[in-house]
């Protein structure tokens, strides 16, 4: 969701970043003293260049680039950046080394694609960004027939010029595409390309020619494990509240979550290599909030990907809802050691769960400072900083969040006006929201500053629902959340032997409304 909704394109122009010091519990900001210095084996995979003739090649130039990374992610001493990061720099001009400290990686991976009838040339190049050297590059000129070894190719060379130290055939092994289907691989292809646009654009219409075009790929081939997990995922956003107005596939919540374990059950049996099963059956517990499962096999999975950003932010989803604080502390603290943008949002989203302290609210503003123009940073910021106590940093963020004509400015304009005690224009915000149609889920958090608690149950009683937990499941991960008022759901607390805590006081709610 973050991914989707939250993290803007607006990147190109972030902040050098700085260092950050961990203890077990607590970190604190340090100056930064010297020029960073990245891991060695590092990269981010910038969005591949479209250079044929007739332009209609971006589908193949997205999707190649995001199967690269999706390979490299899957060897195990590799921080790669993820695709939320290196994307946003489409188009822009922003010079090699400054996206690469931007990103906090030691190199970069830029590339182009020209296809001519049933010739695909794929040119890349892979850059030391400290001093602009060309550890390696290469031209790839293949036949359509051959195009999976394009992708399998770039992967393993990447991998052996930053000197992993695998063996080569296992390494191979793990940077396999997963088909030697072309035609399920272009499939393939298409819908992640397709994905992409959803996020850069949230035309969620597009939905349904991602899903076709994955389903067309296992249909193709029905052992190619990835394109079942992609079309999971698909049916797993369609049945979560945030996307009850963008349901592009019209089923109810409670038969896309049966079509997602239908997909993702396949995806399993698929599955190429223990952790990548370890993985989708992490995915699957999470949605089933079976927290305890989820996290023992997350733990797992980072013991053989330590640097995996979605196996880590998922563990702090897992963490919570199992209640398992070692867990989440350590998740939290992992996404700040990854240190790219999406990772550090996921760090500012989570931090005030943590402990109302000085030192993360220190943190915090540090990474602002880091990606001074990432509004998905700011917004979270904005309101860890009320949540922490944190008052008067929090306002000095806020003009930057009021006039952004997206659909979580409102919580943030409702947050601000109840911080200052602003309980009329906290109820104005609520009545735009409700006259512009806006989702339930926004409702939901200005109902709760408001201290309308009934009401806000009332608004998420249609979505409660025995086969779908997951779908009002997903606001444990609020603090303020009762879970109380819905029965279905506290019974699957009851069958994982939670004692869920009671709901935690706002402390920028708004003040009670006066008896007139």
């Known amino acids: 969701l973050a991914?989707?909704?939250?993290?803007?394109?607006?990147?190109?122009?972030?902040?050098?970043?700085?260092t950050t010091v961990m203890t077990d519990s607590v970190q604190t900001a340090e100056p930064e003293t010297t020029e960073p210095q990245y891991p060695a084996k590092s990269i981010a995979v910038l969005p591949f260049t479209d250079m044929s003739e007739s332009q209609d090649q971006?589908?193949?130039?997205?999707?190649?680039?995001?199967?690269i990374l999706n390979a490299l992610v899957r060897t195990p001493d590799l921080m790669v950046s993820s695709r939320t990061s290196s994307f946003a720099y489409r188009g822009t001009q922003t010079p090699i080394p400054r996206i690469a400290r931007e990103l906090g990686v030691a190199h970069v991976l830029e590339g182009s694609v020209r296809r001519t009838g049933d010739r695909i040339r794929v040119t890349s190049q892979l850059?030391?960004?400290?001093?602009?050297?060309?550890?390696?590059?290469?031209?790839?000129?293949?036949?359509?027939?051959?195009?999976?070894?394009?992708?399998?190719?770039?992967?393993?060379?990447?991998a052996k010029a930053l000197k992993t130290p695998m063996?080569?055939?296992?390494?191979?092994?793990?940077?396999?595409?997963?088909?030697?289907?072309?035609?399920?691989?272009?499939?393939?292809?298409?819908?992640?390309?397709?994905?992409?646009?959803?996020?850069?654009?949230?035309?969620?219409?597009?939905?349904?020619?991602?899903?076709?075009?994955?389903?067309?790929a296992?249909?193709?081939?029905?052992g190619f494990a990835a394109a079942h997990a992609q079309s999971a995922r698909i049916w797993k956003g369609q049945s979560t509240i945030i996307f009850k107005e963008k349901g592009a596939l019209r089923v109810t919540p409670q038969q896309a979550i049966v079509n997602f374990r239908e997909q993702m059950i396949a995806a399993i049996e698929n599955s190429p290599d223990e952790?990548?099963?370890?993985?989708?059956?992490?995915?699957?517990?999470?949605?089933?909030?079976?927290?305890?499962e989820a996290v023992q096999l997350l733990r797992r999975v980072l013991e053989n990907l330590p640097n995996n950003y979605y196996a880590t932010s998922s563990l702090a989803n897992a963490a919570r809802f199992a209640l398992d604080s070692k867990a989440y502390v350590q998740a939290?603290?992992?996404?700040?050691?990854?240190?790219?943008?999406?990772?550090i949002t996921m760090y500012v989203v989570n931090v005030r769960r943590l402990a109302s302290s000085e030192r993360y609210v220190a943190s915090v503003l540090e990474q602002v400072k880091r990606f001074p123009h990432s509004l998905a940073i700011i917004f979270q910021a904005h309101r860890t900083l009320l949540w922490l106590g944190a008052f008067e940093e929090a306002q000095e963020l806020y003009p930057r969040l009021a006039n952004e004509h997206v659909n979580y400015s409102w919580y943030a304009i409702a947050s601000q006006a109840c911080s200052q005690g602003d309980r009329d224009k906290a109820e104005?915000?609520?009545?735009?929201?409700?006259?512009?149609?806006?989702?339930?889920?926004?409702q939901w958090f200005i109902l709760t500053l408001l201290g309308e608690y009934e009401e806000a149950a009332r608004v998420l009683k249609p979505f409660a629902s025995e086969e779908a937990p997951f779908m009002l499941g997903a606001f444990l991960l609020y603090e303020q959340f009762d879970p109380r008022p819905f029965p279905a759901l506290m019974s699957v607390l009851e069958r994982e032997g939670l004692d869920w805590p009671p709901p935690r006081k706002i402390p920028f709610a708004c003040p009670p409304k006066t008896e007139e």
């Open 127 to 158: 850059i030391r960004a400290s001093d602009g050297f060309h550890v390696w590059s290469e031209n790839f000129d293949r036949s359509t027939e051959d195009v999976i070894s394009i992708q399998e190719g770039l992967a393993i060379n990447i």
């Open 58 to 67: 971006g589908w193949f130039a997205d999707g190649l680039t995001e199967e």
């Open 167 to 216: 063996d080569p055939i296992a390494l191979e092994k793990m940077l396999q595409a997963g088909t030697r289907s072309v035609e399920a691989y272009e499939h393939y292809l298409n819908g992640l390309a397709l994905n992409i646009r959803i996020w850069e654009t949230s035309d969620y219409n597009l939905v349904v020619d991602a899903l076709d075009y994955f389903e067309r």
């Open 3 to 18: 991914d989707r909704l939250w993290l803007s394109p607006r990147l190109a122009e972030q902040a050098v970043p700085s």
């Open 332 to 343: 939290v603290e992992n996404l700040l050691r990854l240190g790219d943008i999406a990772a």
């Open 275 to 292: 952790t990548q099963r370890m993985l989708y059956e992490a995915e699957l517990a999470i949605t089933e909030l079976k927290g305890a």
């Open 428 to 442: 104005e915000v609520l009545r735009m929201v409700r006259q512009e149609g806006g989702d339930e889920m926004i």
């Open 218 to 222: 296992w249909e193709a081939d029905p």
